[in-house]
C-alpha cells in the first residue's frame, strides 16, 4: 500500500516560514503528479499545489501563490513545499498525496500566530 509521510511542520509567527517535506514509498513516485493540501479545523481538505511527475510544471491555489513554492526530488521519493510569508489562515494540517488520490498519511501540522 502506498505510503506517505509528512513532516517539517510547526508554530511560527505571522510572516514566518517553514519547510514541509513528504517521503512516499511502495508506488512508482516520479511518474505521477504529486499534490500538497491542507484542512484546517471545521473545513473540508482543500488542494494547495501540485506539481508534474518531472518537476516541470507546478500550480498553486490562488491563496497561497507567490508565497508557497512546490517541488520535488525524485532521487529521494520526495516532495517539498516551502512556505513563506505564512500568514494565520494557512494553520492547518498539511498531506500531501498523488494524482489519482491514493491513502492518506497522517498530516503535518502548521500553526501560525499572529
Known amino acids: 500500500q502506498v505510503q506517505f509521510v509528512e513532516s517539517g511542520g510547526g508554530l511560527v509567527q505571522s510572516g514566518g516560514s517553514l519547510r514541509l517535506s513528504c517521503a512516499a514509498s511502495?508506488?512508482?513516485?516520479?511518474?505521477?503528479?504529486m499534490s500538497w493540501y491542507r484542512q484546517a479545523q471545521g473545513k473540508e481538505r482543500e488542494l494547495v499545489a501540485h506539481i508534474s511527475n518531472r518537476g516541470i510544471t507546478s500550480n498553486y491555489a490562488a491563496s497561497v501563490k507567490d508565497r508557497f513554492t512546490i517541488s520535488r526530488d525524485n532521487t529521494k521519493n520526495t516532495v517539498y513545499l516551502q512556505m513563506n510569508s505564512l500568514k494565520p489562515e494557512d494553520t492547518a494540517v498539511y498531506y500531501c498525496n498523488a494524482v489519482p488520490v491514493r491513502s492518506w498519511g497522517q498530516g503535518t501540522q502548521v500553526t501560525v500566530s499572529s
Open positions: 511502495k508506488f512508482t513516485f516520479s511518474a505521477y503528479t
